[in-house]
């Protein structure tokens, strides 16, 4: 079965230096949502959207933006990367359609800032 | 608030039992869940309760509800060394969407 693909797997940026973040949920999942985990930690919620619209916003800073497309694909932009914004970039999706409460994860990008 | 508390470790021998516990405070979530981290690796979701339910098994899992208490708890039978990994307790808080918020994880240990 397919599963949400998170693109690229691996990053690594410098300070200071912008990153976009790509994600592709489960076909005909309407609602994405990313979380941020940094080293030894649990994950946070950033921001939801469903149907292109954002649903839900958590502790995203300013520096970051996400947006939903038409194909239901995320990106997420991070810009004046700092040292600190190295972590585990998670996706989910889920459908409005059935169990919206089950979030499916996608891999997960690694993000480095040196 | 939304806040959702679990120990750190847990070490047992293979073949007894484990369990996890997990407090949460947000009495309005709607489901709660059990996530596997193993390293480096993405979150595996395990199992899931609604809310009004106080029981769920699941072949090795039981997944305890106790909602006067708020509290959650996972026993995996027959743990096996393979069980060895990060156990993250969640629970979904309605909002725009319904996102999920994550305990501190508990690093489960499985000695041979």
């Known amino acids: 079965a397919a599963g949400v693909i998170q693109s690229p797997r691996h990053l690594i940026k410098e300070k200071r230096e912008t990153a976009t973040l790509k994600c592709y949920p489960i076909?005909?999942?309407?609602?994405v949502y990313w979380y941020q985990q940094g080293p030894g930690q649990d994950p946070q919620f950033l921001i939801s959207?469903?149907?292109?619209?954002?649903?839900d916003k958590g502790s995203i800073p300013d520096r970051f933006s996400a947006q939903q497309f038409s194909d239901y694909h995320s990106e997420l932009n991070m810009s004046s990367l700092e040292l600190g914004d190295s972590a585990l970039y998670f996706c989910?999706?889920?459908?409005?359609?059935?169990?919206?409460?089950?979030?499916?994860f996608g891999p997960g990008t690694r993000l480095t800032v040196l | 608030g939304e806040d959702v508390e679990q120990s750190l470790f847990l070490s047992v021998r293979e073949g007894d039992s484990s369990v996890i516990n997990c407090t949460y405070t947000?009495?309005?979530?709607?489901?709660l869940y059990w996530y596997k981290q193993e390293p480096g690796a993405g979150l595996q979701l395990l199992t899931y309760?609604?809310?009004?339910?106080d029981m769920k098994q699941d072949q090795r899992l039981t997944v305890l509800l106790n909602k006067k208490d708020k509290h959650l708890s996972l026993r995996i039978a027959d743990t096996q060394t393979g069980d060895s990994a990060i156990y993250f307790c969640?629970?979904?808080?309605?909002?725009?969407?319904?996102?999920?918020?994550f305990g501190a994880g508990t690093r489960l240990f499985v000695k041979a």
């Open positions: 989910a999706s889920s459908s409005t359609v059935g169990n919206y409460n089950e979030q499916f």
């Open positions: 076909p005909r999942h309407d609602t």
């Open positions: 959207f469903y149907e292109k619209m954002q649903s």
């Open positions: 947000d009495s309005s979530s709607t489901y």
């Open positions: 309760i609604f809310s009004n339910m």
């Open positions: 969640a629970e979904s808080i309605a909002g725009g969407g319904f996102k999920t918020i």
